[in-house]
């Protein structure tokens, strides 16, 4: 501990510095407008694999954005560590909320303002940093290898065909990932499930053309009015998501898991003060951990039709769209939701509009393990390094990945995230503390220590 | 008769020429961004009254956009029609949508596709070359005054401060306007009536930032989810419109005003097939007729919130918004409407959004008596030149303009429109017939004949 403490206070600014340079690439993944940048992206983490002591890093191209690839095998008879992390980014706009430019990251009160700055460049990168210090230091006690992929909040499509393709190259014996919270630094925690996700596009066209509100106002269904009134549909009085089938595979806790996680610190006044609400919002009979955590939920990402401009116009929209998304929780199949929602969002369409669903992508909820040897190595890291044992959580995200992981390589995972629920993850003004960044160097090589020890137990 | 065919023949192309010139004015009164445009329009209309004969020519300043005003005074002991028209247009957008550039009049099969074709650039028009014709071939039987102004689509708000700072020399004994539509060529008609506007934005707050989908989707209210929870609320399941008191001022039509209404020819299939739709929407137990015509409606004229870009982005919007305006009729009063469903839209709002709602702007609807001089004058000149009388119609448009000259100025209108429903007005690839045009320009001079005839009797 004292050598890991050491080597960070000695390399502080440059580490940090190193992150800034990470975050000034606009790399979002969303927008074609920024195909180059997410390349230029790449080009930087795996110069910075090779300059932190990793072998064979490669810049591997797929359909899509690449993934950057590099290992270190000190022993083949050593367990090995897989780490996996996104240099992408979501979309930084409105971009007039940001108080300080998305892509120039600004330091306020040890904070670090930046879009990625907590997710998920400024945790992955720590793993690069906890990985150069380990080889300086000479502590590195394991295999260790690097996928940094480009497409995480696009639904990492391309990602799945390149692990089905690999196989032995990421072989592991568990995946490690930063891209989760903590409750806080007071109260450190460890998550032991996400949500999945099913991602959806709908447009509901009314006339073949934007009319004159005036002349066929009344006689003509309003595209926009028929989508508020299937939107409303969707979740019942006690803000179930109104689906045939929806919750057919939906796995309930246990009344000793829902006790467990109500046991989290959680103070609700300070939570909707945060959100500046007066009131919360969610399904009857769960608690706010169970249903950003244990429950599936259905958001509207997006919503728009007719006239959005400046001013008044007068104008009977020929169509209305919307960005629906699900979270979802085990059992829930992410292909079988999509097929449910489709199905019945065409089923509550009236005749006098024509309706079209466009699935987006998806993901599958997933439940680690909490007796495996890495989540106790994971346990003791924290522990060690926060003075405090981790608090199980559920995590709201969702990272698709996970699943296929295991899935594909039947490896499991581990979610050791530095992040705040405060950080502003895929909002204006995301942030990631400076403390939490340099918590995170420090607590990485002690993951690596006890996962190699209890590995040979 | 013969005096006005043949000049018209003599000047057919110059008459289309000027047209298309004032059609090239991209002058949208909407939007800031053509504020240079719109002005240069209102020079060029004061400019082609001089040409055409008009003394007194000013081009008007107002808060807003100029009002042009022009006047022919042969003697003051004989009847004054004042001409009203407006020369700025609605929004072109959706650009992609129009087959040839909005502001490049394009003449296909006999139509002119332009935005202001018909709306009211076109129309308005008509009446400076019938006052030309008038002048030229020393026909005009009466004095009258020219009022063009350029913020009809976004409300009239500077015309009233305008009207009654200048009532005596707008002072008049008809208002004649070309603004509205005929049922066809083949069966022309003449609107008895006008209904009124209400028009609101609404905008509905959840938390103070968009969040992530995934950390807080499930445990915080979703604006977009919660707007069109209330928007959805708005109609009942018959489609009347669902806000306490709404229906309490409208006059219902007598048993034979219904019957001579939906007397008009009307053929619903090719309703719907013009509009590409399979099924119709309305208010229970009312024509189509009725229900653009004679019954209150409520349209979202545009909805918008959270992320409508490219691909998908988990979010949990901020806030959500609407454009929503309601078109009134007798005895409605756009005030006390706009009052009823801004407290009804708080009065809905859950608590856990805060909601806000701007009045943008109205009008009050009007009928227009049938057994009036100027009434019987439209009747006679339609029936010349058209050899049929015209049909009595209810519009379901909205110039706001024309119960501000009953009250202001003590002057009832005529509605003497020479559009079609069909001219996709306020939408993509607007048009107007050249045939409309030029038939406009013939049936005009009639009018002012007629009228200055039975007002001696």
Same mark, same amino acid.
């Given at each position: ?83 996996y992390?996104?240099?992408?980014v ?9 108080? /300080? ?60 065909i ?67 009134k ?17 919750y ?65 116009? /007068? ?8 960005k ?11 292909e ?15 005749a ?99 996962f ?6």
């Amino acid at each position: 501990m004292e050598t890991i403490k050491q080597y960070v206070a000695q390399n502080k600014e440059r580490m940090l510095n190193e992150l800034f340079e990470l975050l000034r690439f606009q790399s979002v993944s969303a927008d074609p407008a920024f195909k180059g940048d997410v390349l230029k992206t790449a080009d930087y983490v795996a110069q910075k694999l090779r300059d932190a002591g990793a072998d064979n890093v490669e810049v591997c191209p797929t359909a899509g954005y690449p993934i950057v690839y590099g290992e270190k095998i000190i022993d083949p008879a050593n367990p090995t560590v897989l780490v996996y992390g996104h240099y992408d980014v979501q979309p930084a706009d409105p971009l007039e909320l940001w108080h /300080t430019p998305p892509f120039e990251p600004t330091v306020r009160d040890g904070k670090i303002y930046a879009r990625g700055a907590c997710d998920d460049k400024g945790q992955f990168y720590m793993h690069v940093k906890a990985f150069e210090l380990m080889m300086q230091t000479e502590t590195l006690p394991c295999n260790i290898k690097f996928m940094i992929e480009g497409e995480e909040e696009v639904g990492s499509a391309n990602l799945s065909i390149f692990v089905k393709g690999n196989k032995d190259r990421l072989a592991a014996d568990v995946v490690l990932i930063s891209d989760t919270s903590m409750i806080s630094m007071e109260d450190p925690s460890l998550e032991t499930g996400l949500r999945g996700l099913a991602y959806l596009e709908v447009e509901v066209t009314g006339p073949n053309r934007d009319l004159h509100s005036g002349v066929y106002g009344g006689a003509v269904a309003n595209p926009a009015t028929i989508l508020a009134k299937m939107i409303a549909s969707l979740h019942d009085d006690d803000n179930r998501i109104n689906i045939p089938g929806f919750y057919d595979d939906v796995v309930e806790l246990s009344e000793a898991e829902r006790k467990e996680l109500n046991a989290a610190p959680y103070d609700e006044t300070e939570y909707k003060k945060d959100l500046d609400v007066t009131e919360l919002w969610g399904e009857k009979g769960y608690s706010t951990f169970e249903r950003t955590g244990t429950r599936p939920t259905l958001e509207v990402n997006g919503i728009w039709g007719g006239y959005t401009g400046e001013g008044a116009k /007068t104008v009977l929209p020929s169509k209305a769209s919307a960005k629906i998304s699900m979270r979802l929780v085990p059992n829930q199949s992410s292909e079988k939701i999509t097929q449910l929602f489709t199905d019945h969002f065409k089923h509550i369409a009236p005749a006098y509009v024509k309706v079209k669903v466009t699935p987006h992508h998806g993901g599958e909820p997933v439940v680690t393990p909490t007796d495996s040897v890495a989540y106790r190595a994971a346990q003791k890291a924290i522990a060690e390094s926060f003075g405090k044992a981790p608090i199980p959580t559920r995590g709201g995200g969702s990272i698709p990945i996970v699943s296929l992981f295991e899935a594909e390589l039947g490896i499991k995972t581990v979610l050791m995230g530095f992040g705040l629920d405060s950080d502003a993850l895929h909002s204006p003004n995301e942030k990631y503390d400076i403390f939490n960044y340099y918590k995170g160097i420090e607590t990485i090589p002690l993951f690596h220590k006890y996962f190699t020890e209890l590995s040979a137990e």
